[in-house]
C-alpha cells in the first residue's frame, strides 16, 4: 500500500513564565500537512475547553421569529420560487422540510433547505428524526435536476449551524450547491485521489486511508456500516474536524435510504459529544459527485465552531485567513478517544 502524505515535524517555543516564578519555559508545537487536502496546521500543547454554553437568548433576541423569513408567517411571502420547468409548486417538499432557490447564490444552482417550521433547534434536540427531512429534501431536488441533464457533476449539501458558523439565520437550514465544475476544495480531493492511484501500486486514495488510519489507531473512531469516522490528521477548525467517509459510494446516488440513517444518527452522536462540552455550533459539508468517479468517494467534514469569551472573539484569526495555516489547540488524537465513546 502507498504511503499517506501526514507530514509532521516539530518545533520549540520558549519564554520566561510570568505564573512561575519567569522560570524558562518550553512549548512543543506541532506543523502538520495533509497531502491530500493540502491543509496545514499548527496543534498547540493545551487542551481547549469551553467553560460555558453561549447565551441562545442573545440570538434569540437579535433574530426572533416574527421576523424570520423561514417562519410561516412570512415563508410564503419572503422565500423564493422554481420556475414551473423545475418544480410545478415553486418548492419542493418532503415531510416537513423546503427547499428553494437561493436568494443570493454562491454558484449556479444553489438552494435552500429549511428543516422545517422550528425557529430554532438546539443542538441537543438534532436527531435524526429532526434532520431527516431536510437532508431527503435535498436528494430530492438532486434527482430533478439530473432528470433535467443540465450536465450538473458535482453537488454538496452545507450547514451553517448558528452565527458562529457564519448562519445568517437561527432558524436550521441546509444549503445545496451543485454544477459543472466541483469547487475548489473538491477539486483537490479529486486531483489527490488521481495522483494516488497513478503512482506505482497506488490503488484507492480512500479505501487505503481508512485502512491506514484503523491499523494506527490514533484517529479512528468508528465504523457504523457504510461509513467511516475519523478526526482529521490536519483539521480545517482550531476545535479540531470529524471526517466520515461513505465506503465504495462513488455518487450521491449511490446512497441508500439505510446509508442516510447511519449518517443522521452519526451525525446525531457527534452531535450529542459536541453539546456537551460547551458547543452550540458547527460548520458541515458533504461533498459528492452527481455521476459515478472512483476519484472521489461521497464523505465530508463537520468543524465545531466557537466564540471566545469574553469578548466574543472568532476562533478564526490571521494565520487562517492570511497564512493558510490552521490554529489548533485541540489535538485530534484526544478527540477521536473522547468521541469513541459516543459510537460505542
Given at each position: 500500500m502507498?504511503?499517506?502524505?501526514?507530514?509532521?515535524?516539530?518545533?520549540?517555543g520558549?519564554?520566561?513564565?510570568?505564573?512561575?516564578?519567569?522560570?524558562?519555559?518550553?512549548?512543543?508545537?506541532?506543523?502538520?500537512?495533509?497531502?491530500?487536502?493540502?491543509?496545514?496546521?499548527?496543534?498547540?500543547?493545551?487542551?481547549?475547553?469551553?467553560s460555558?454554553?453561549?447565551?441562545?437568548?442573545?440570538?434569540?433576541?437579535?433574530?426572533?421569529?416574527?421576523?424570520?423569513?423561514?417562519?410561516?408567517?412570512?415563508?410564503?411571502?419572503?422565500t423564493?420560487?422554481?420556475?414551473?420547468?423545475?418544480?410545478?409548486?415553486?418548492?419542493?417538499?418532503?415531510?416537513?422540510?423546503?427547499?428553494f432557490?437561493?436568494?443570493?447564490?454562491?454558484?449556479q444552482?444553489?438552494?435552500?433547505?429549511?428543516?422545517?417550521?422550528?425557529?430554532?433547534?438546539?443542538?441537543?434536540?438534532?436527531?435524526?428524526?429532526?434532520?431527516?427531512?431536510?437532508?431527503?429534501?435535498?436528494?430530492?431536488?438532486?434527482?430533478?435536476?439530473?432528470?433535467?441533464?443540465?450536465?450538473?457533476?458535482?453537488?454538496?449539501?452545507?450547514?451553517?449551524?448558528m452565527?458562529?458558523?457564519?448562519?445568517?439565520?437561527?432558524?436550521?437550514?441546509?444549503?445545496?450547491?451543485?454544477?459543472?465544475?466541483?469547487?475548489?476544495?473538491?477539486?483537490?480531493?479529486?486531483?489527490?485521489?488521481?495522483?494516488?492511484?497513478?503512482?506505482?501500486?497506488?490503488?484507492?486514495?480512500?479505501?487505503?486511508?481508512?485502512?491506514?488510519?484503523?491499523?494506527?489507531?490514533?484517529?479512528?473512531?468508528?465504523?457504523?456500516?457504510?461509513?467511516t469516522w475519523?478526526?482529521?490528521?490536519?483539521?480545517?477548525?482550531?476545535?479540531?474536524?470529524?471526517?466520515?467517509?461513505f465506503?465504495?459510494?462513488?455518487?450521491?446516488f449511490?446512497?441508500t435510504?439505510?446509508?442516510?440513517?447511519?449518517?443522521?444518527?452519526?451525525?446525531?452522536?457527534?452531535?450529542?459529544?459536541?453539546?456537551?462540552?460547551?458547543?452550540?455550533?458547527?460548520?458541515?459539508?458533504?461533498?459528492?459527485?452527481?455521476?459515478?468517479?472512483?476519484?472521489?468517494?461521497?464523505?465530508?467534514?463537520?468543524?465545531?465552531?466557537?466564540?471566545?469569551?469574553?469578548?466574543?472573539?472568532?476562533?478564526?484569526?490571521?494565520?487562517?485567513?492570511?497564512?493558510?495555516e490552521?490554529?489548533?489547540?485541540?489535538?485530534?488524537e484526544?478527540?477521536?478517544?473522547?468521541?469513541?465513546?459516543?459510537?460505542?
Amino acid at each position: 500500500m502507498k504511503y499517506i502524505g501526514f507530514k509532521k515535524e516539530i518545533t520549540t517555543g520558549r519564554y520566561l513564565d510570568p505564573f512561575n516564578g519567569f522560570q524558562p519555559k518550553e512549548i512543543t508545537i506541532e506543523l502538520r500537512y495533509d497531502e491530500t487536502t493540502g491543509v496545514a496546521c499548527r496543534i498547540l500543547p493545551y487542551r481547549m475547553r469551553l467553560s460555558q454554553k453561549p447565551d441562545l437568548n442573545a440570538y434569540l433576541e437579535k433574530s426572533p421569529e416574527s421576523l424570520c423569513p423561514f417562519c410561516s408567517s412570512l415563508f410564503d411571502k419572503t422565500t423564493p420560487k422554481f420556475p414551473p420547468d423545475i418544480s410545478p409548486e415553486g418548492k419542493f417538499r418532503h415531510g416537513n422540510a423546503y427547499l428553494f432557490p437561493n436568494a443570493f447564490p454562491y454558484d449556479q444552482s444553489n438552494t435552500v433547505a429549511v428543516l422545517s417550521s422550528r425557529h430554532m433547534i438546539p443542538m441537543n434536540e438534532l436527531t435524526p428524526q429532526t434532520m431527516r427531512d431536510g437532508f431527503s429534501v435535498c436528494l430530492d431536488y438532486f434527482h430533478r435536476i439530473a432528470e433535467l441533464n443540465l450536465g450538473y457533476k458535482y453537488c454538496s449539501i452545507n450547514w451553517n449551524y448558528m452565527p458562529p458558523a457564519g448562519g445568517g439565520l437561527i432558524h436550521p437550514h441546509l444549503q445545496t450547491i451543485a454544477g459543472q465544475k466541483p469547487t475548489n476544495f473538491m477539486q483537490r480531493l479529486i486531483a489527490s485521489a488521481q495522483n494516488y492511484a497513478a503512482a506505482a501500486d497506488g490503488g484507492n486514495l480512500w479505501r487505503n486511508l481508512i485502512i491506514f488510519e484503523k491499523e494506527a489507531q490514533e484517529r479512528f473512531i468508528a465504523n457504523t456500516g457504510t461509513i467511516t469516522w475519523l478526526a482529521s490528521f490536519a483539521p480545517k477548525g482550531m476545535a479540531g474536524e470529524i471526517d466520515f467517509i461513505f465506503q465504495d459510494k462513488t455518487s450521491i446516488f449511490d446512497l441508500t435510504e439505510a446509508n442516510y440513517e447511519e449518517f443522521l444518527e452519526g451525525l446525531s452522536r457527534t452531535f450529542s459529544y459536541l453539546y456537551l462540552n460547551n458547543f452550540m455550533s458547527f460548520n458541515l459539508t458533504l461533498y459528492a459527485p452527481m455521476t459515478n468517479d472512483r476519484n472521489l468517494w461521497v464523505q465530508g467534514k463537520l468543524v465545531p465552531r466557537f466564540e471566545i469569551n469574553p469578548l466574543g472573539t472568532s476562533d478564526l484569526n490571521y494565520f487562517e485567513k492570511l497564512h493558510n495555516e490552521i490554529i489548533c489547540p485541540v489535538v485530534p488524537e484526544q478527540l477521536c478517544k473522547e468521541l469513541q465513546p459516543y459510537f460505542a
